[in-house]
């Protein structure tokens, strides 16, 4: 409990200096000293140890928080990552068939191609011999 100074002779002074008797002056400053004393007793007032405590709980609560929010901001961004890079992976994947597709057809062309021309040449060697 935070003491507050309060000073009795000094107020009973002022107060009897203001036309009261000593007796009415020291009765006052009596009552006013047993009102603080149970005014201060009753009531939770707050130190600035309190206050720094509670200052120093709060900043780090919202640290707390702060942190939580770009964990979560975080999370969010490395999801888009990932779906972005399946899509690639996806679309890559498409392409490369593609691209099996069009080779595969020109490798079959040029082996028709080549056999055509083998055949060809030996029929052309056999009618050479032939004749």
């Known amino acids: 409990m935070p003491a507050i100074s309060f000073d009795t002779l000094a107020y009973a002074k002022e107060v009897e ?3 009261f008797t000593r007796q009415q002056a020291e009765a006052f400053a009596s009552a006013q000293k047993r009102l603080f004393h149970e005014v201060m007793s009753t009531s939770e007032l707050a130190t600035k140890f309190d206050l720094n405590d509670v200052h120093t709980g709060l900043k780090t609560e919202i640290q707390e928080v702060r942190a939580e929010k770009l964990r979560t901001e975080l999370k969010a961004d490395i999801q888009d990552v990932r779906l972005e890079i399946r899509k690639m992976c996806t679309d890559l994947t498409e392409k490369m068939e593609a691209g099996k597709h069009e080779i595969l057809k020109w ?7 080549q056999t055509a021309l083998i055949v060809a040449i030996i029929g052309m060697a056999i009618a050479l011999v032939v004749k």
């Open 17 to 19: 200096e203001a036309g």
């Open 107 to 113: 490798m079959m062309g040029t082996v028709v191609a």
